[in-house]
């Protein structure tokens, strides 16, 4: 499968989250729902991992790929937290076209930190995104 089909996957899974947390946040606290969720993801992930990882890849895990990564589960960690907490007090018709504002903040440090190049269809598209998901919001 080419990036476009793995990430319209993420798209469908990721959708299919907003609703199966909302329904499991209702009489449970918000940040046990998200570690119960995280415990869920890292049980599912080291058997992904033991399945069909070669072994020997921890070879390719440096000092600064691992720097990243930990960050990176920081901010997930985070983002799932504020996820829940919204969740459990709003409508999923409503925070989810919020926290896909996610996709401008990525696209906007993209260019920051990786200097990728935007054409002006691209700052349509992601203009766009944003307008939506504030129509969404501001209902």
């Known amino acids: 499968m080419t990036w476009f ?3 319209l996957a993420s798209a469908v899974f990721a959708g299919l989250t907003a609703v199966l947390a909302k329904a499991g946040v209702r009489q449970v606290d918000a940040t046990l729902a ?3 969720r ?3 993801a890292v049980i599912f992930s080291w058997v992904l991992v033991w399945w069909s990882v070669p072994a020997g890849s921890w070879k390719n895990v440096g000092p600064r790929s691992l720097l990243f990564i930990t960050l990176s589960g920081l901010a997930t960690g985070a983002s ?3 996820y829940f907490r919204a969740l459990q007090s709003g409508p999923v018709s409503r925070v989810a076209p919020i926290d896909k504002l996610s996709v401008v903040v ?3 440090l993209s260019m920051l930190f990786f ?3 935007l054409h002006s269809r ?3 598209g992601v203009g766009l995104i944003a307008a939506g998901a504030v129509l969404m ?3």
Do not use: H, M
Request: glycine share 4%.
């Open 5 to 7: 089909y793995w990430a």
């Open 34 to 36: 998200s570690a119960l």
């Open 38 to 40: 995280c415990s869920v």
């Open 80 to 82: 799932w937290l504020c």
């Open 106 to 108: 990525a696209v906007l």
């Open 115 to 117: 200097g990728e190049k």
């Open 122 to 124: 691209d700052f349509i």
């Open 137 to 139: 919001a501001l209902r």
